[in-house]
Structure formats: C-alpha cells, structure tokens
C-alpha cells in the first residue's frame, strides 16, 4: 500500500509550512480526499498516525472529508455521479466527452497548530 | 493559542513537480518515458522483451528500467534483448516515485535513447498515483485476469494512455470476453485504445514500441476523463438537482470492501 508514502508526504508538508511559523504541536490536520484518488482513508488514517511519530505532528488528528466524483457530459451538458466503479461516459447521450467536476482532490486543506510554549491554561478546541 | 491555518497544498505536489521537471529534462535530450503498470505475472517483462528487441532490431535507441521488490531476474531477461538494462529494487516499496527514478537515471541512462521504458513494480493500485513523467501510461492486464479487472482498479485503467491485453493466445482456454473487457476499460477510460498481444503467438508485434515512438515524436496522446479535471470553483449556491447516480443494474452491489 502506498498509504505510507502519501501519509509522509503529508507529514512532511505540515512540518515545513507549521515549524517555521513557530509551531510547537500540530493539533489535526484537514484532507480531501476524492472518490477516485485511489486513496483508502483507513489505510491513511492508520499509516498517519505511524508516520506523525517523532514529529510535530505527534498525535495529531487526521481529519478525511471525502469528496464524491461528479462528471458533466460536454455534449449534453448532463452532471451525474459516476459511483463507484465509475462511469464516465454520458448515462444520457452516451457521450464520451466527459469532464470530471471532482472526485481526484488529495489536498490538505486545514491545519490546526499550537505556536506557543508552554500550552496557555486556557486552551482553544479547533 | 490554536492557529489554524488554510494551507491549501496538493499532497502529491512534490512528486508532481519533480515528474513534470523529469518530463522536461528527458524531452530536451529528445528521450521519451513509457511507464508500463500492471499486476505480478501479467506479462510486462515478457512483452517488454520482445518490444526492446524489435527495437534493437530496428537500430532504434531504447532503454528500460525495470523495478522490483527483490529479484534481479527481470533486468536479466530484458537484457537478452541487448539494449542497455538497469533494474531499481525497492527494497519493499510497491511503487516508484519521480524522485527515485531521476536519481537512478542521471548516471546511467543513454544519450542516445529515444524511448525509456519503465517496468514498474506489479501492483496495480499504487504505482497508479505516481506520475513518473512519462509520455505514455501503458496498462496491461492478461486474459486470465478476468474481464472486470478496469472496474476492480478503475485509477489505473482510468489514467491509462494506451491498454494492451496480453496472452491473447490462451484467451479460449480461460474463455476471455474480449466485448466485455472493452466496455469495461470504456466505463472507466472512454475513448482510450485497447491492443490485444501475445508473445507465444507474434499478436500484436510492435505495437507497444509504434505507439511509444510516435508519442515521442509529438503524436497526439489520449487524455483520460479522469485527468479532465475541472477547474471550476464549487460554489455552495449552485443547484445541482440534477445529479443522477449511474448504478447500473449490474454495479448496484458495492465491490467495495
Ligand atoms: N501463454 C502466454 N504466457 C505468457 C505470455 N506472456 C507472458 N507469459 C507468461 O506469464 C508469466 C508472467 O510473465 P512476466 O513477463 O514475468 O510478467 P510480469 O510479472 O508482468 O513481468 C510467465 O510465466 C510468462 O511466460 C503470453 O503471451 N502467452
Ligand atoms: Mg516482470
Ligand atoms: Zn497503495
Ligand atoms: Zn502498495
Ligand atoms: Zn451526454
């Protein structure tokens, strides 16, 4: 499984933008992941958490907000979900010209981190 | 304090980027990549044999790289096609990154080299996200394998440039359906091409290396749905009613486990 690749490179991206910003614990991190990213979210989840062992991102929460795949026909202008496995011809028209409105996003888009030692006694939920 | 940050970064930017430069840099010494994926035993090494040796053959310059969890003996049986062979072991990595192939390139890969074909590790759910900055996607999958192979991996079939069936000369014996197979590849690929071959039978002689070279020579190359992507922003406000699931009657029972 290449769930361990992807989580280090996750790791290592919120490492380099949340360490020079003064971080000091990453709380949890946010991730879209489409339906035909080829991404299984257990998988990541899991291997996340190995992956932040070490890090500043020890113990960080890993947060998946699935993205469903969407296509739009070019001929008939028709939108469905493709499903999975997916269908990417036109249910309508049968057209081949298929545009894909989502479904492929493997993008980090959150991150929550502390930037201050020691923890302030009153701390903040993100 | 709790900051939270917007970050916005594509997880797999960096091999992304370090493909497109591989792209670049190859394309500049005139060497195109083909990046073959398919799963163990499909027959990649056996149809990438002959490839290279019609291209030796042909005195056209080629190159391949093949990757392996362990053995060396795929390197082995690609170099009696006598063009110039390396093989990369993972060391347990099911996939190859941009990255680790441009480091085993620098070094050894020929000047003169028109094509370079990559033998990727068999597996057919990792490697399908790495781009390695190849011209031409190549997935294969053999008659035994079943018909409903591009449903079971729809990211691999779904981002291939080019489909090539292989061992075509016992597709009887295992009663391959070759209509189905195709309307499968369609389902996930619309528009791509699928080849039959076969090593033990000559089917299909050339066609992997005619296709290579001639999306080396700036051929136009099939652009799959699945790297159709928009770039439309998605507005909350839209009215998407008109959404419609596609379960077919055959796909309703998810696969999925
Ligand atoms: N009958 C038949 N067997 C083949 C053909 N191509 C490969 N094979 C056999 O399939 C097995 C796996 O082939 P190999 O090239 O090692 O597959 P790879 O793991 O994808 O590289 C070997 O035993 C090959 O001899 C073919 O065209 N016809
Ligand atoms: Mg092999
Ligand atoms: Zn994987
Ligand atoms: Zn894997
Ligand atoms: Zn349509």
């Known amino acids: ?126 | 304090m709790c900051r939270v940050v917007d970050l916005q970064q594509a997880v797999l930017a960096k091999n992304d980027a370090c493909a497109h430069t591989l792209r670049e840099d190859l394309a500049a010494r005139g060497t195109a990549l083909v990046n073959l994926l398919s799963s163990p035993g499909s027959g990649k090494t056996a149809l990438l044999e002959r490839e290279l040796t019609l291209a030796r053959d042909r005195g056209v310059p080629v190159a391949a790289l093949t990757a392996d969890l362990a053995t060396e003996n795929d390197a082995v049986r690609l170099a009696r096609s006598g063009v110039p062979v390396k093989q990369i072991l993972t060391d347990g990595l099911c996939h190859l990154e941009a990255e680790m192939l441009g480091g085993h390139l620098h070094d050894w890969l020929p000047a003169e080299a028109r094509l370079l074909f990559i033998e990727n590790v068999g597996n057919l759910v990792c490697p399908a996200s790495y781009d390695l900055g190849e011209t031409l996607r190549v997935v294969l999958a053999s008659v035994t394998e079943g018909e409903d192979k591009p449903l079971k991996y729809p990211t691999a079939f779904g981002l291939a440039h080019l489909v090539v069936v292989t061992k075509t000369d016992i597709a009887e014996a295992v009663s391959f359906d070759e209509e189905e197979f195709r309307a499968n590849v369609e389902r996930v690929n619309p528009g791509v091409e699928v080849h039959l071959t076969s090593v033990r039978q000559g089917i299909g002689e050339g066609v992997l290396l005619d296709r290579a070279l001639a999306a080396r020579d700036g051929a136009p190359v099939h652009i799959p749905v699945m790297t159709r992507t928009s770039h439309h922003v998605h507005d909350e406000s839209e009215p998407q009613p008109q959404d419609e699931h596609s379960a077919d009657l055959d796909t309703v029972a998810s696969s999925r486990s």
């Open chain 1, 1 to 126: 499984m290449h769930e361990m690749s992807i989580a280090l490179a996750v790791v290592d991206q919120v490492d380099g933008a949340a360490r020079p910003a003064g971080a000091t614990a990453v709380r949890s991190v946010r991730l879209q992941v489409g339906e035909l990213a080829g991404v299984v979210p257990d998988a990541l989840t899991f291997s996340f958490q190995l992956a932040c062992a070490g890090t500043v991102l020890e113990g960080a929460e890993l947060d998946i907000e699935p993205v469903p795949a969407r296509a739009r026909c070019g001929a008939c202008a028709r939108t469905w979900l493709p499903g999975m496995p997916p269908r990417l011809t036109c249910p309508g028209c049968g057209g081949t010209d298929t545009e894909l409105l989502s479904g492929r996003e493997l993008q980090i888009v959150r991150v929550c981190w502390h930037d201050t030692a020691p923890h302030p006694p009153i701390s903040q939920e993100c």
